[in-house]
């Protein structure tokens, strides 16, 4: 945690109000009626959440909403329930039938108009559902079976996560861009027993292949049985390769039992929807599990509270469905609410810088929830890209990944919202599963640069090493003392190592991993990782993961990979390298330690530096010491207690081929 960064936030004292209109119509519309409710999430945390879900499907009432402690807390106790059938079954009765679910753009763009746009009403996602669920049961896939989804923003990407969802078993969606190496390594650990995938992604002009790198990662991942395939790119496109007896085309898919996926499985509360694989601070991916009652509980009221839907409203969560924004805010919380969702295939600059602005305009996007690192490109891009399109749809905005630093977001107030709309800095996790943090839209100002205040039924708190409460805007750990029906259970097949990555560092009490500060008004200030995790535009990187690649290079003896401020990214990827005896440092083999990350782990983590050096700094008993190595990176010079390294010249060294 840079005391920079601390400075830098201190000085920011801007307040920004709602406007009075915008007030007037949403659900919590002061601080005192946030304050009441947030009361009553504490003190009556059963009452609370059963009220709150009340509009979703249960098939059996929970007998106990909120029972155990961490890490072993349970929700909705004795409930039962299918999560496809609130988020969609649900609406057709509710005259939502014929409403808009999710409204698609593929990236393909001619003369400034999209080559495919869809829609799905709630009716048809419905057949959708049904009908790949049936060929899910005629596959063989039984409750608690893995399913891994290695798609691109396609609404098949929705469909099959609520599929999964219909017939019980664990969906785990792996991002598109990851590699072949990542991909396989996601299979072995859930051990998947279906894949499901499309031939291919179009992605900033480009043809992205995925059926391809499927083939690759089932070279090894015998776990797998079956692979359906969604063709996405089109006849133009080279035919799909399909392994007889393996792959199916998703239409004959559809085609094998139309009507077995119709009867939902109906599981307990704690059955477990899906599995997401985040960085930790080892080089192995964790699998973060969710719950079925829990994980839909906090996605669908945090929708509706942060996002303060009503009909009418076009929601548009710019988020992969290969990360978790994907998963609670494109999929599972607007839809359990009956939201109207914008889903967009490409990239925002494809064709040109102006793409997101004609989608709004073109549609009557109402609230927009995005990331830093593209609100920090949109502005870098130029305003004449929003300029020149109608936005007067916006009404709210928001924002997720990483701190926003105040300048960005004043331009998105500005610019984008046309200073009108509030803008929601929401922070949570991949672990939280919903929103945690935020300040509620209409209820009160919000302060650039700050998450805000505690969610209902949160309770962040930041901590010194030693457990105690920090000071008013003193830096600490951020910790959330209570239980949360959203946070995850487990790591899938390592519970160990679940109590050692979030309850090792205070006994019983969920750490984030994040440093942060509280100010006087109790505003939340979030100043970034403090293990070995780097947050790149808006990601989380483990940087463990980044080293056990680079050294996977024959030529390479130790790695140590870091971040450095950026910009655009938050946090660029610097990786010290040093060679085998004999190796040659120099262009083309940063290229090849470039290339070798791109192919393990995939582009979006490719290094934006390599720094190759003679030696590494280290402590006596042998650990690289980073904080030296994040000072270098960042050109400032190594501060701080040297006197455990081994052997300063090394660092003497690397400071002076810095200069
Ligand atoms: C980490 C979680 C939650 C979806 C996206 C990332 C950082 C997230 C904010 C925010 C400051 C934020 C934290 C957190 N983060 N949102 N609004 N302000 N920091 O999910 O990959 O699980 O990463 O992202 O460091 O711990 P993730």
Not at 530 to 540: K, P, S
Request: with cysteine.
């Amino acid at each position: 945690m840079s005391s920079d960064a601390l400075t830098s936030h201190l000085t920011e004292s801007r307040r920004f109000e709602p406007s009075a209109e915008f007030r007037e119509r949403a659900r919590v519309s002061s601080r005192e009626q946030y304050e009441a409710l947030y009361r009553e999430s504490l003190d009556d945390p059963s009452a609370f959440w059963a009220r709150e879900t009340r509009d979703l499907v249960w098939r059996t009432e929970a007998t106990a909403v909120m029972t155990g402690k961490p890490p072993r807390a349970d929700w909705f106790h004795g409930a039962s329930l299918n999560v496809s059938e609130s988020c969609v079954d649900r609406h057709l009765t509710s005259g939502a039938r014929h409403r808009a679910a999710i409204i698609w753009e593929g990236e393909p763009e001619a003369g400034g108009r999209p080559v495919e746009t869809r829609t799905l009403t709630y009716g048809e996602l419905h057949r959708e559902v049904v009908a790949l669920a049936g060929a899910l049961r005629a596959l063989g896939v039984e409750k608690g079976d893995r399913v891994i989804l290695y798609m691109g923003m396609v609404p098949e990407a929705a469909i099959a996560m609520l599929a999964c969802a219909r017939v019980g078993a664990v969906h785990g969606v792996v991002f598109g861009g990851f590699a072949v190496e990542a991909l396989r390594d996601r299979i072995n650990d859930c051990g998947a027993k279906v894949v499901i995938t499309q031939d291919g992604a179009f992605r900033r002009g480009n043809v992205v292949p995925m059926k391809a790198t499927v083939d690759r990662a089932l070279e090894e991942a015998k776990s797998v049985e079956k692979v359906i395939v969604f063709p996405r790119l089109g006849p133009a496109h080279a035919p799909i390769s399909l392994h007889p007896g393996r792959d199916l085309l998703w239409s004959d898919a559809l085609a094998l039992d139309p009507k077995a996926g119709a009867a939902p499985e109906i599981v307990d509360a704690s059955h477990p929807l899906f599995i997401l694989y985040t960085s930790g601070s080892t080089g192995k991916p964790k699998g973060v599990l969710h719950t079925a009652a829990g994980f839909l509980a906090g996605a669908h009221v945090s929708t509706r509270y942060v996002f303060d839907l009503r009909d009418g409203d076009l929601f548009w969560c710019t988020a992969d469905v290969g990360w978790v924004t994907g998963h609670s805010y494109v999929v599972y919380g607007p839809l359990s609410n009956g939201a109207t969702v914008m889903m967009y295939e490409g990239a925002p600059n494809a064709p040109d810088p102006g793409r997101f602005w004609r989608i709004i305009e073109r549609h009557g996007v109402s609230v927009l929830y995005t990331a830093p690192t593209a609100i920090r490109a949109f502005m870098r891009w130029g305003e004449q890209h929003p300029r020149a399109c109608d936005l007067s749809s916006l009404r709210l905005l928001g924002s997720v990944g990483e701190p926003i630093n105040p300048e960005a977001w004043v331009w998105y107030h500005t610019v984008i919202g046309g200073g009108r709309c509030p803008i929601v800095d929401t922070w949570w996790q991949t672990e939280t599963g919903s929103i945690m943090m935020v300040t509620l839209p209409g209820a009160t100002f919000a302060k650039p640069g700050s998450t805000g205040l505690p969610f209902f039924g949160v309770v962040p708190e930041v901590w010194r090493a030693d457990g105690t409460p920090a000071a008013p805007n003193e830096g600490g750990k951020l910790v959330l003392t209570r239980p949360y029906p959203s946070m995850l259970r487990t790591i899938w097949g390592d519970d160990a190592r679940y109590q050692q990555a979030y309850f090792s560092e205070f006994s019983d009490t969920y750490f984030t991993g994040d440093g942060a500060r509280r100010d006087e008004d109790g505003y939340f200030w979030v100043l970034g990782r403090i293990d070995d995790v780097l947050n790149i535009a808006g990601h989380r990187v483990g940087t463990a993961e980044i080293e056990s690649a680079v050294v996977g290079h024959p030529a390479v003896a130790e790695c140590a990979a870091v971040g450095r401020p950026d910009e655009l990214k938050g946090q660029a990827l610097v990786v010290f390298v040093t060679l085998k005896l004999g190796q040659e440092a120099g262009p083309a083999m940063r290229e090849a330690i470039l290339e070798q990350v791109s192919r393990d782990i995939g582009k979006f983590a490719r290094p934006d530096e390599v720094r190759f050096a003679d030696a590494l700094p280290k402590t006596r008993s042998g650990k690289i010491m980073r904080r030296f190595l994040k000072d270098i990176a960042a050109g400032r010079a190594a501060t701080g207690d040297a006197s455990t390294l081994e052997d300063l010249s090394v660092l003497a060294k690397l400071q002076a081929a810095e200069e």
